[in-house]
Structure formats: structure tokens, C-alpha cells
């Protein structure tokens, strides 16, 4: 079983850059196929990026070019970049880690695109 906390959001401004953090508990975190999920007000929660126990990150399509996945295995830890925000990027984002049918979920920090 795995722990996970988010941290890092914020409100920044139309073209700015955030960096949110996943620090994760537990034991095997190599082992997890991690995520980044992100729910806006009023909308599905759709997934952002995910990257391989190896580490090769996948991204949706409205995110390609501007955020960057990785992880660091040793750390237990998992970082999203994101540059060049826009404001339909607002949404609580979540850190997800999924191995053998089990999923886990952090609680999610806030990131708000504003003037």
C-alpha cells in the first residue's frame, strides 16, 4: 500500500509555471505506474500524464509541450512541471500510484490560471 500527498499548487498567472510535487509512503513505489489526474469545477476528472515504473511519461494531448512528468524512485517522490499555464489549465490535480489492481489516490492540491 502506498501513501500519497501532493503539495506545490498555487495561483499563478496566464503564461507562468508551476511545479507540483507527489510524495509518497509506503513500500514498492518503483513498482507504481504513476499519474496525474486533474478535475475542473463543474467537469470530469480527466488524466493528465502518466510515466512507467521506468520512466516514460505519456501526456494528454492539451498538456504535450508544456508539463513535464518525472519521478524519482529513490526519493519516493514524483514531480509535475507545468509551464506556459493557461487558464483552462485550473482544476485540482491528483497524484495517482496503480500496481496489480489497486489504485491509489492523494487528496489533491488546488492550481488556479488567473490575471
Known amino acids: 500500500q502506498v501513501q500519497l500527498v501532493e503539495s506545490g499548487g498555487g495561483l499563478v498567472q496566464p503564461g507562468g509555471s508551476l511545479r507540483l510535487s507527489c510524495a509518497a509512503s509506503g513500500s514498492g513505489f518503483r513498482l507504481y505506474i504513476l499519474g496525474w489526474y486533474r478535475q475542473a469545477p463543474g467537469k470530469q476528472r480527466e488524466l493528465v500524464a502518466t510515466?512507467?515504473?521506468?520512466?516514460?511519461?505519456n501526456y494528454t494531448d492539451s498538456v504535450k509541450g508544456r508539463f513535464t512528468f518525472s519521478r524519482d524512485n529513490a526519493k519516493n517522490m514524483a514531480y509535475l512541471q507545468m509551464n506556459s499555464l493557461k487558464p483552462e489549465d485550473t482544476a485540482v490535480y491528483y497524484c495517482?500510484?496503480?500496481?496489480?489492481?489497486?489504485?491509489?489516490w492523494g487528496q489533491g492540491t488546488q492550481v488556479t490560471v488567473s490575471v
Open positions: 495517482t500510484a496503480r500496481r496489480a489492481g489497486s489504485n491509489y
Open positions: 510515466i512507467t515504473t521506468g520512466g516514460t511519461p
